[in-house]
């Protein structure tokens, strides 16, 4: 109110704003709602009558909440919150409200106050119970539902001493039974009900020592409270902080405790104990193992180490064969515990020559376990700073000699000898085909050094699944191959090329090259990765080999890629001699590259001579060898002429080879466009050898050649090497000038 901090309610009149009436709010119960419009109350001064009338039941239910704010508020400001809290109300059922208000209202700075004076008194939490069980007893709902809020407000301080002294053993349940009384809740719960009768502790070896029961008891009853009776009231933090202290101690407990873990394997391996036990067994020693996860690093292997030596691992490959689902799962979640502080606690056991642990784990991989065993060879398999190199290339070589070939049997029995035809069994073998494929490709990538060994032995066989009718399952035997790509060198590259390993791959690309899926844009990246990588063997036997069935897919960008990149000519030699072998040996590139440089030496001065040259060079494009031409030309029985001896004459040797050239322009209705550039330069040089003719002249022979027979050849193997170095810049550029041209030589 005006020249006072006291609150008050204002009525101003809507048309000269004059003010009706002032009135200081006051904590004393004057007021009352009438119906659903008035607001009356008495003045404390002069026992005067007021009441305020509304139009409508909105604005009344605004101002009467109003009133109701503000009263709590000065009640709580006269308790003095805000400047110290002195001291705590006695614990009774009259003074529930007051203490609810004070856990409730209380700031920051008070919270931690109200921590201190609750922990002060050693009896505040007990008398509160107390009070708890007698409002039970006398069914009061609203007392027990302001003790709802009384316990939730003090979880809710997240205080750890407080957290520890109200979840002990005493009273852990009576806080749990506040809890059931939520007076937002549609109908009555039953947590304690549930704790006692429908949670069953079960000791697969009975635990002598009380602390290690009341440790699990309390650890089981604050998990059940974070997660089911205030899951998002509670701070993780500060339960879990008790939680981790309780495993703590029960793993360091039962660790010391000699006799229990001899009892514990004793049980594991003895042949009379029923399935069921076992079960139990291997369930606690899970739980056990699941424990320690959370302890400190060096006590944590001190522990692994332990239960190594008592035979942790042997319990778990007799675990792994027992027709179980659950327990086989379990076995292997016990593995994967002890690989995540070191791998090699695990890998210094497989290398044994007498374990079967490794054969059960890619058994395992076969079967409906591959997930869960994938997990486990890639920690087993990876190569990193911190793993035992040593160990490590042991499991893989145990791997790749005894245990890749019973997968690539898996991958052969699981395909149909015809593609798009799969039984009902193979079907059901989808995923442990996935995690194969996978594994495969993390081996490769793990250690490039394998590669050789797997495209020799494995890829043919992994490339038997693009007939199955799976398109995830094809796709993952694309992806195997392309990882094998990446490590590829050139004779691994001769060897796919040899094999004609890529047909399978293309083969599928041609039947579904239509759709835009994950198969197919698996195989465009395949394609795309042999062109970009410069793999030379691999993207001349991919268009030479296929571009007849590739050419229908030339709208798509890594297929006209593959065309376009004309250095599949730029990359190898085009005279008959060098020709690169379709099989993939790899050509005589110093005899190229000696022949580029002596033709630049003999090259033409002028810039005319050198188009003329270079028009030469573009239509003599055709005298490569037939077989790595016939992806761009027609064949023509006079082919031959330009494989005539050495002996024909300079001049003749040059209109024939002229002649044979512009009938070998033609090409297919797909390349017209380039095949009317090329046919361009073959006239010019036809109607420039004409004129010559008509003229009377004779084309003038370079002096050397005039010397000696093999003066002639030296001269025909120059050109020809110079012709060669020109042959792409012609095939990409057109020439620029159409002025005739001198044929020489």
Not at 149 to 175: R, T
Not at 421 to 448: G, H, K, M, Y
Request: aromatic letters at 6%; a negative charge.
């Amino acid at each position: 109110m005006e020249r006072s901090e006291e609150l008050g309610l204002y009525v101003i009149d809507e048309d000269d704003h004059e003010t009706l009436l002032v009135h200081r709010i006051t904590t004393d119960d004057i007021y009352r709602k009438q119906e659903d419009t008035i607001i009356s109350w008495r003045e404390p001064e002069g026992s005067t009558e007021l009441a305020l009338s509304f139009q409508e039941t909105v604005g009344c239910s605004h101002v009467w909440n109003q009133i109701c704010t503000l009263q709590r508020n000065l009640h709580f400001s006269s308790l003095n919150m805000n400047t110290e809290l002195w001291e705590l109300p006695d614990v009774d059922i009259s003074n529930l409200p007051q203490i609810l208000e004070i856990v409730t209202e209380s700031g920051t700075k008070d919270q931690m106050r109200l921590a201190g004076l609750m922990l002060k008194d050693v009896n505040f939490f007990d008398n509160l119970m107390n009070v708890f069980e007698m409002c039970e007893d006398l069914e009061k709902i609203d007392c027990l539902h302001m003790m709802f809020n009384i316990v939730k407000s003090i979880i809710s301080l997240n205080s750890h001493e407080i957290l520890k002294k109200i979840l002990g053993d005493n009273l852990i349940m009576k806080i749990i039974g506040c809890l059931e009384y939520d007076p937002d809740a549609p109908q009555s719960l039953h947590y304690r009900n549930d704790l006692r009768e429908h949670v069953v502790f079960k000791e697969a070896i009975p635990i002598k020592n009380p602390m290690v029961l009341s440790k699990i008891h309390q650890t089981y009853r604050i998990g059940y409270l974070k997660d089911v009776i205030l899951p998002r009231e509670v701070d993780d933090a500060s339960l879990n902080s008790i939680i981790n202290a309780n495993k703590a101690t029960i793993v360091k407990l039962l660790k010391d405790d000699s006799t229990f873990f001899q009892e514990l394997f004793g049980k594991l391996r003895s042949p009379s104990t029923s399935v069921e036990s076992k079960s139990d067994l291997v369930l606690f020693l899970h739980e056990f193992c699941s424990l320690s996860k959370d302890l400190e690093m060096g006590l944590k292997l001190r522990l692994f180490k332990g239960l190594i030596d008592e035979g942790i691992f042997d319990v778990i490959a007799k675990v792994l064969q027992i027709p179980d689902t659950q327990l086989v799962l379990t076995g292997a979640d016990i593995l994967l515990i002890f690989l995540t502080p070191d791998p090699n606690l695990l890998r210094s056991y497989l290398v044994k020559p007498e374990t079967p642990l490794l054969g059960l784990l890619v058994k395992g991989l076969m079967e409906d376990f591959g997930v869960k065993m994938l997990e486990i060879f890639r920690v087993l398999l990876a190569s990193s700073a911190l793993s035992g190199g040593a160990q490590r290339a042991n499991i893989m070589d145990i791997f790749c000699e005894k245990h890749v070939p019973e997968l690539v049997d898996f991958i052969t029995a699981s395909c149909p000898e015809k593609p798009g035809i799969t039984s009902e069994s193979a079907s059901r073998r989808v995923d442990s085909l996935l995690n194969i494929c996978e594994l495969l490709c993390f081996c490769v990538q793990q250690d490039p050094s394998r590669t050789t060994f797997l495209l020799q032995n494995v890829t043919e066989k992994v490339l038997f699944l693009t007939r199955r009718k799976e398109k995830p399952v094809v796709a993952a035997a694309v992806r195997f191959f392309r990882t094998l790509l990446s490590v590829l060198d050139e004779n691994a590259q001769s060897y796919v090329v040899k094999n004609n390993l890529l047909k399978p791959i293309i083969d599928v690309f041609v039947a579904g090259g239509n759709h835009d899926d994950l198969l197919i844009s698996s195989i465009l990246g395949l394609l795309e990765h042999i062109r970009t990588a410069k793999a030379t063997v691999l993207l001349k036997y991919v268009v030479d080999t296929f571009w007849d069935q590739l050419a229908p897919f030339e709208h798509r960008t890594s297929i006209q890629a593959l065309k376009n990149e004309q250095c599949i000519e730029s990359w190898g030699p085009k005279s008959n001699s060098d020709t690169v072998d379709m099989r993939g040996n790899k050509p005589a590139l110093d005899n190229y590259v000696k022949g580029n440089s002596d033709g630049e030496k003999s090259a033409f001065d002028s810039s005319t001579q050198k188009e003329k040259a270079n028009a030469l060079n573009c239509n003599g494009e055709a005298a490569s060898s037939a077989t790595s031409r016939s992806e761009h030309f027609v064949d023509y029985e006079d082919d031959e002429d330009d494989n005539e001896d050495n002996e024909t004459p300079p001049q003749k040797q040059t209109e024939d080879s002229v002649k044979g050239r512009e009938k070998r322009c033609r090409c297919r209705e797909d390349e017209q466009e380039q095949c009317n550039k090329k046919a361009k330069f073959c006239s010019t040089i036809e109607v420039n050898k004409n004129s010559t003719e008509q003229g009377g002249g004779v084309a003038k022979e370079p002096e050397n050649s005039r010397s000696s027979d093999v003066n002639n050849s030296s001269l025909d193997e120059e050109n020809e090497s110079k012709r060669e170095t020109r042959d792409d810049e012609c095939a990409l550029t057109p020439s620029e000038s159409s002025t005739e041209m001198d044929v020489n030589g």
